[in-house]
């Protein structure tokens, strides 16, 4: 989730059923991320503070997506924490209010 409004999502990694309940959400915008980006560069273990995306520097297509719709992106290596198949949102803590 990059807002309530906007999500990124690998269509690839899900079933037909998970597929048919994102894309029927109502006023969401879906971002789709290829499954290269999705496995490959872990472009989905991102963090996001609706304004903000921290995402891997691998994931250029959508890094450029997001920057297209106003966010603010910042790529970061991900070169040791990637060793143990993790991400930014792996080690980020989520606050909710």
Do not use: H
Request: with cysteine; proline share 3%; hydrophobic share 40%.
């Amino acid at each position: 989730m990059i807002r309530p409004d906007l999500i990124a999502v690998c269509f690839d990694a899900l079933t037909g059923k998970g597929e048919a309940a994102i894309r029927n959400l109502k006023d969401v915008e879906i971002i789709p991320v290829s499954e290269n980006e999705a496995k490959e560069q872990l472009a989905c273990n991102l963090v996001s503070n609706g304004e903000t995306v921290v995402i891997s520097d691998g994931a250029k297509q959508l890094a450029a997506d997001l920057q297209a719709k106003g966010l603010k992106v910042v790529s970061l290596p991900n070169r040791q924490l990637r060793k143990s198949g993790g991400g930014w949102r792996c080690i980020s803590l989520s606050l909710y209010s």
